[in-house]
């Protein structure tokens, strides 16, 4: 590749974007240099932004030159390595994996497996490993040619469901479960937000607990299409939560003063999980707040907690079974939950971004992007 093209984002300002596009540099001993061919856009997405400097998310991919101000959001989607100094990655090889809004990355590769290989850039070697892997298509027991968009859409965040789901369980709900003649609430706002409705699909298969999604009015018959929540209601009918019931509050909004109203009303509150922060100009801390404190949710240590109980084979055969079942049901003939939208150039990029971070985004479609 000639060039490279960046999307670039305003670190304090996440309406503020630019493109910038450099000529490619040679590629150094030991690196490939991947072409990213799409990458998937969603809401999952705008959370890396908005905690972007917490949870060090910008150091995945820092902008070069170094430019403190701006920042390339990480990404999930596929690429081909279209030059390789590294004798153990040919030209060719198709990759799934986390990547910049770019049109090209380069990659250190180490631990080379037939299954994957790791980046390892000086820069990312203090960041979660989950992050750092880049699995070859060609021995992935996730991958199929022909569902690239709904794995790029939807895989990350149903991992992060999946675990979610897993991690609760495995808490035993907190304590919320454990009157067996009163049915636990799993309430989770952002319902149809992709991560809520993953995780929703796992909860509806548990016993004892009752499913609530709140959503905005507007995709109320969305959520109540999907077949996975026991009852949907908007977010000013947090009344019709008996006050007093057993409840795991799953945050996927980060809508301070939902928090708050959830919090006060919810008087049983045993758990309050933060995901993430869909609701971006409505974000804020959780000071003061009745009940448990809320708790972000990190995916990488339910990953390694799982990894040492089942071992690595044992939570990929686990999750490779629910994805399929999953995967399935979005895309069936008749009903399918989503519809890929592809977006091609800068201005189109740009466009679909700044709908997906002003909330915008028709949960019925996904985006699909590529510079």
Not at 96 to 106: E, I
């Amino acid at each position: 590749m000639q060039h490279t093209t960046d999307f670039l984002i305003r670190k304090d300002q996440l309406t503020t974007t630019t493109l910038r596009t450099m000529p490619a540099v040679a590629l150094p001993e030991g690196q490939v240099r991947v072409a990213i061919h799409c990458f998937a856009l969603t809401s999952n997405n705008i959370t890396y932004a908005a905690f972007g400097d917490a949870m060090n998310y910008w150091q995945f991919f820092p902008v070069i030159p170094n430019d403190a101000q701006w920042g390339r959001i990480p990404v999930w989607g596929f690429g081909s390595v279209v030059e390789s100094r590294h004798t153990d990655v040919p030209v060719g090889e198709r990759l799934y994996g986390y990547f910049p809004m770019s049109n090209t990355v380069d990659l250190t590769p180490a631990r080379v497996s037939p299954l994957s290989f790791m980046d390892a850039a000086r820069h990312r070697a203090e960041l979660h490993p989950v992050y750092n892997q880049y699995i070859r298509t060609a021995t992935d027991p996730f991958y199929t040619a022909d569902t690239e968009d709904i794995q790029a859409l939807l895989r990350p965040l149903f991992i992060t469901s999946w675990l979610i789901d897993d991690f609760l369980a495995d808490n035993d709900f907190f304590g919320a479960t454990a009157d067996p003649h009163v049915k636990a609430i799993m309430l989770l706002s952002s319902a149809s937000s992709k991560t809520a409705y993953g995780t929703a699909v796992q909860m509806a298969q548990r016993t004892g607990i009752e499913v609530v999604g709140l959503t905005s009015p507007g995709n109320v018959a969305f959520c109540e299409s999907l077949g996975c929540y026991h009852r949907v209601l908007t977010y000013d009918q947090l009344d019709q939560i008996a006050a007093e019931a057993p409840c795991v509050y799953v945050d996927f909004a980060g809508n301070a003063s939902l928090r708050k109203a959830v919090h006060t009303h919810c008087t049983q509150l045993k758990y309050s999980s933060s995901i993430g922060g869909t609701h971006v100009a409505k974000l804020g801390g959780s000071r003061e707040l009745p009940g448990p404190k809320p708790t972000l949710f990190f995916a990488p240590a339910q990953i390694k907690k799982r990894s040492t109980d089942w071992s690595a084979q044992g939570l990929g055969e686990r999750l490779v079974v629910s994805w399929q079942a999953f995967a399935t049901a979005v895309t069936h003939a008749d009903h399918p939950w989503l519809t890929v939208q592809y977006h091609s150039g800068a201005e189109a990029v740009q466009e679909a971004y700044l709908q997906v971070l002003a909330g915008k985004g028709d949960p019925r479609f996904g985006y699909m992007l590529s510079l």
